[in-house]
């Protein structure tokens, strides 16, 4: 399929996002013309998560199933009136562009609408200004811990730190082969089979990796980190299995890192505390 000429799809048509942001144009003008292409690459570039859509109420459909993930959303000065009142408070909207010919007809929206970012003109405001917000949200993701680590006697904290401590239990147990490496990378290729960087990233892997080299492809701004964290947020079981070669990989080199820096012996650290720790070095 072409990503280019794919719009207006049902919820039930649409891939499930590995990573955490979506980013979805809404326009009654997108078509298959130079300028809607030219915009959309521009996107993509940004985020490797575009919908377009030019119907509303499609658009708002989809909006709505969305669950575990950050929508940023691009609306025509022309439908805003339509979609604004449904989908400002859902928590998963992030943030609303509009866009327009004339700022000044839309100013009173920013007032009654705070998640309303900008209101552009241009096509390059645009993309300068949805590309701060993606670099804003993407460091906020960049340190993650399920729990406060001064508050981790709460019930929900302990349940977290049993279920990643059964989940590294099982996951040792099952074989650390070419195979499980494989299913991994093809899932990934698949995911980001229209964007050559992150494609060139995973060859890469394929071809040199070697566990003790896991912190340093964790840390470096690749498939890996995006959709890993994405998956141990939302302990999606069925991804955190796909990536079971690596997570493997991860924990040992962390906890060896662990034993390294900080002395801890026979101590049984969750791997997403690790991994927060292994954030920092992203910083």
């Known amino acids: 399929n072409n990503r280019f000429?794919?719009?207006?799809?049902?919820?039930?048509?649409?891939?499930?996002?590995?990573?955490?942001?979506?980013?979805?144009?809404?326009?009654?003008?997108?078509?298959?013309?130079?300028?809607?292409?030219?915009?959309?690459?521009?996107?993509?570039?940004?985020?490797?998560?575009?919908?377009?859509?030019?119907?509303?109420?499609?658009c708002i459909d989809y909006i709505k199933t969305i669950v575990d993930e950050n929508i940023i959303l691009i609306i025509c000065a022309s439908l805003?009136?339509?979609?604004?009142?449904?989908?400002?408070?859902?928590?998963t909207v992030r943030a609303v562009f509009l866009t327009?010919?004339?700022?000044?007809?839309?100013?009173?929206?920013?007032?009654?609408?705070?998640?309303?970012a900008a209101i552009c003109t241009d096509q390059q405001q645009l993309i300068k200004s949805i590309h701060g917000t993606i670099q804003s949200m993407s460091n906020q993701?960049?340190?993650?811990?399920?729990?406060?680590?001064?508050?981790?006697?709460?019930?929900?904290?302990?349940?977290?730190?049993?279920?990643?401590?059964?989940?590294i239990d099982?996951?040792?147990?099952?074989?650390?082969?070419?195979?499980?490496?494989?299913e991994m990378l093809d899932k990934c290729a698949e995911f980001y089979r229209f964007n050559e960087a992150e494609l060139q990233k995973i060859d890469m892997f394929r071809t040199s990796y070697t566990a003790s080299k896991a912190i340093e492809w964790y840390t470096s701004e690749c498939f890996l980190y995006k959709l890993l964290n994405k998956a141990l947020?939302?302990?999606?079981?069925?991804?955190?299995?796909?990536?079971?070669?690596?997570?493997?990989?991860?924990?040992?080199?962390?906890?060896?890192e662990h034993h390294k820096q900080f002395r801890i012996n026979n101590n049984w650290d969750k791997l997403i505390v690790a991994i927060s720790w292994a954030s920092n070095f992203k910083r």
């Open 233 to 256: 947020r939302t302990e999606d079981i069925d991804l955190l299995y796909v990536f079971r070669f690596y997570i493997i990989d991860l924990y040992s080199q962390l906890e060896l």
């Open 80 to 91: 805003h009136e339509l979609v604004l009142p449904i989908i400002h408070s859902l928590n």
């Open 5 to 58: 000429t794919e719009r207006n799809r049902c919820p039930a048509d649409i891939e499930k996002n590995l990573e955490y942001i979506t980013l979805i144009w809404l326009d009654e003008n997108i078509d298959d013309s130079n300028e809607s292409v030219q915009m959309q690459r521009l996107l993509y570039k940004m985020n490797n998560y575009v919908l377009l859509y030019t119907d509303p109420h499609l």
């Open 100 to 116: 327009c010919n004339d700022h000044l007809k839309l100013t009173s929206v920013c007032s009654e609408y705070p998640k309303v």
């Open 170 to 182: 099982i996951l040792k147990t099952l074989p650390h082969t070419d195979q499980s490496k494989n």
């Open 141 to 167: 993701t960049m340190s993650f811990t399920l729990f406060d680590s001064n508050k981790q006697n709460s019930t929900r904290d302990s349940a977290s730190i049993l279920w990643y401590r059964l989940l």
